[in-house]
């Protein structure tokens, strides 16, 4: 009896150990499928260059990367793009966001 008890735990352990591999795999598909789609849209939407220059973002600084990314995709979305974004159009863009606010006291 003790012996069949440890094979049903055993069984019942590696069952629940194969569902979190398939979760895993799952969500690291959607997000697979997720960068494809975005990519996919930046190709679009972005010159050559530009996007390049986005890439070499991205490997510097991941948080701008993604804050440009949705700046693009807003943009896009919006309409307010009437042609492909150049380079030029995206330092403007990463200026804008990257620009940090001073902040100054006044002691009076």
Known sequence: MNFENEEELKEKKMQELKEKILQKQAEEEKHVQA?????SILKQVL???AK?????IRLVNSELYSKTVQAVIYL???GNLSARMGEGDLK???AKLNAKREI????K
Do not use: V
């Open 76 to 78: 896009a979305n919006s």
């Open 35 to 39: 960068e494809i789609q975005l990519e």
């Open 47 to 49: 010159s050559p260059e």
């Open 104 to 107: 100054s006291i006044k002691r």
């Open 92 to 94: 403007k863009l990463l």
């Open 52 to 56: 390049t220059r986005l890439n070499n």
